[in-house]
């Protein structure tokens, strides 16, 4: 089984700052990880994703996430916030060592940036 | 570039009808993912479809089906519908089950069951 946990609902941050949302997974394998952001009524867009390699991944927009295999962590972040960042993220997981390629969802954190 | 498209966008049933989803992947895509994400929810996987047979069954109710076409675009059946049906329906689409890892998501049919 694999399970993701997003335990923010709701994130608020200051423009300029650093900003970082969190998610710890669960899976039997190999973790694949991605983050999505959601705009209102939008779909999912994919922001970043770790396969292996390097634990600091870089993606869209100035974001990166950090893979830590210790603590199961795979935490998305960003230097300096926008308010145009505000918006739905979601962290999803698959288990690479299986032949299931559903993706598992977190409960989704909204991230709300204020000027 | 091209995005995977949906149709309809949004869509009202009464309860107990009929509805079809379609869902047309990123050119060259043979994958297939098909979501369901209640009203503040995240998204549930129903079922997915690799070069048109199924490849992985998730939540997806009896009541559902669907395919995936000879072109690779899909639709989504879905028969006596019921309240709880309401919601956002999203398709996704990916380049091969193991080449390309992310899922390229489409805008969503937003269903609504009265």
């Known amino acids: 089984a694999q399970s993701v946990a997003q335990p923010e609902d709701q994130v608020n941050v200051a423009e300029g700052n650093p900003l970082t949302v969190k998610c710890t997974y669960s899976?039997?394998?190999?973790?694949?990880l991605f983050w999505y952001v959601q705009y209102p009524n939008r779909g999912l867009q994919f922001l970043l994703k770790y396969i292996t390699g390097d634990n600091l991944v870089k993606g869209s927009y100035g974001f990166e996430a950090e893979f830590n295999k210790s603590q199961t962590s795979f935490h998305l972040k960003k230097p300096s916030a926008l308010v145009s960042d505000s918006a739905l993220y979601f962290c999803a997981v698959r288990d690479g060592s299986n032949s299931g390629y559903a993706l598992n969802f977190g409960k989704g954190t909204s991230l709300l940036v204020t000027p | 570039a091209a995005g995977v498209i949906q149709s309809p966008r949004h869509l009202i049933k009464e309860k107990r009808e009929t509805a079809t989803l379609k869902c047309y992947p990123i050119p060259r895509h043979d994958t297939v993912y098909w979501y369901q994400q209640g009203p503040g929810q995240d998204p549930q996987f129903l079922i997915s479809f690799y070069e048109k047979m199924q490849s992985d069954k998730g939540s997806i109710p009896d009541r559902f089906s669907a395919q995936q076409f000879s072109d690779y675009h899909s639709e989504l059946n879905m028969s006596s519908l019921e309240l709880g049906d309401s919601a956002l329906y999203f398709c996704a689409s990916s380049l091969g089950q193991g080449k390309s890892y992310e899922q390229f998501f489409g805008p969503g049919t937003r269903l609504t069951v009265l």
């Open positions: 899976v039997s394998g190999n973790p694949y």
